[in-house]
């Protein structure tokens, strides 16, 4: 009896030792989770959708401040060109070019059609070139001034002397690849041929910068007005063709660019023949 008692009581010992050391393993698992740790704040939707609007109005407002900034050019201000020519037609166009001096030496150049008269003075930064341009009417323009400018050079050639000062002139203005091109120059035609020919009154263009603050060059004239030269010469091939386009050159191009665009010195075998016409006032 005394056995089974001492038996009985060893076991209610190991009972309780098992239990105790749960009990202290969960005690120990439980304070390692409740150990402090850094606390992960996620954002309120709230917060969330205070963000998303106040960031457009931001964007929005550093992008007027930008458009806002004067521009600067050589270290001034300038604001926009408007565009010049908005009241020119196609008629005007065709008037200027039949009244002295152009009646004197062609007439009707242009055929009598103000649309093809009006697109080749119009310049695709008129109105964004929402009313058409006169792109394409100049590249046929420079392709023609090329053609005729060699074949002028090519026919005095035959005229010369092989070995004198005109006939190696010649020879190295032909044999060079930018000869011919050299003369051609649209910043020429446009200071020079253009300003003979009036063309800044019936041109329509917007000026890359407001003029008298840093010069035609600047504004783009001359650069409008030569693709205006080229353009012309385009339309009047197109319209009327080659025979008359090369009338035109020799009238009106070729003698300015005698004077002021070909190698100094130009030798007078060059020049004989050329007829000058009167500068438009």
């Known amino acids: 009896m005394a056995a089974r008692r001492a038996q009985a009581s060893l076991r209610e010992l190991a009972r309780s030792s098992r239990t105790a050391s749960q009990t202290s393993a969960v005690g120990s698992s439980s304070r390692v989770t409740l150990t402090p740790t850094a606390a992960v ?63 004197s030496t062609s007439s009707d150049l242009l055929g009598s059609n103000p649309e093809l008269a009006l697109r080749a003075v119009t310049h695709e930064s008129y109105l964004n070139a929402r009313e058409g341009h006169n792109r394409r009417l100049a590249f046929v323009g420079r392709r023609t001034l090329k053609l005729f400018a060699t074949l002028y050079l090519h026919a005095r050639l035959q005229t010369t002397t092989k070995g ?14 930018t000869g011919v091109d050299a003369i051609l120059t649209t910043h020429r035609l446009g200071d020079k041929v253009g300003r003979q020919l009036g063309l800044e009154k019936v041109m329509r263009w917007t000026p890359a910068v407001s003029d008298g603050q840093v010069g035609p060059r600047e504004t783009g004239l001359f650069k409008v007005r030569g693709v205006a030269v ?52």
Request: glycine share 6%; charged share 10%; net charge neutral.
């Open 164 to 177: 004198d000062a005109a006939h190696n002139y010649i020879n190295r203005l032909l044999e060079s690849p």
């Open 230 to 281: 080229e353009a012309l010469v385009g339309a009047i091939y197109h319209q009327k063709g080659a025979s008359e386009a090369s009338k035109f050159f020799q009238s009106w191009i070729l003698p300015s660019l005698l004077q002021d665009g070909f190698p100094s010195p130009v030798p007078e075998e060059l020049k004989q023949g050329i007829a000058i016409p009167a500068a438009q006032s």
């Open 41 to 103: 704040v996620s954002p309120s939707p709230l917060s969330v959708r205070r963000f998303a609007s106040a960031a457009p109005s931001t964007a929005s407002s550093s992008t007027s401040a930008a458009s806002t900034s004067p521009l600067s050019t050589r270290g001034g201000s300038h604001r926009s060109s408007p565009a010049l020519g908005t009241s020119i037609t196609g008629q005007d166009v065709l008037s200027h070019f039949s009244s002295p001096p152009f009646s």
